[in-house]
């Protein structure tokens, strides 16, 4: 099930250009273990991603693992729609349900050598 966050006309309360989203899995029972056979397609969707700058962070969330949380960069919601609809995790059951929900970053998301919001550094 895929709940797309709210996109705005200039972004998520950026002004415009990328924004931030926050892909949230929620996975099986066992989830160490049924991820296996297909971790390496997933792996290399990942890495695809973050190689195109769409992929900042990655990874599971909880010991042992019940969430995972990948965070992309991107003009709209529709880039961590599309992945997770082709990611194997989902496609083959391992993933029983996610969301995409927009980040409002407020600090760590500015260009290099700004200021960050507050003026603190």
Known sequence: MAKSGRDTPGGVGSGGGMNCYALIYYVVDDFVARRAPHREEHLRLVREAHGRGELLLAGALGDPPDRALLVFRAPDASIANTFAQRD?????????????????????????????IGGVR
């Open 88 to 116: 194997p995790y989902v496609v083959r059951g391992v993933v029983t349900r996610w969301e995409v929900q927009p980040w409002a970053v407020v600090v760590g998301h500015e260009p290099p050598g700004r200021t960050p």
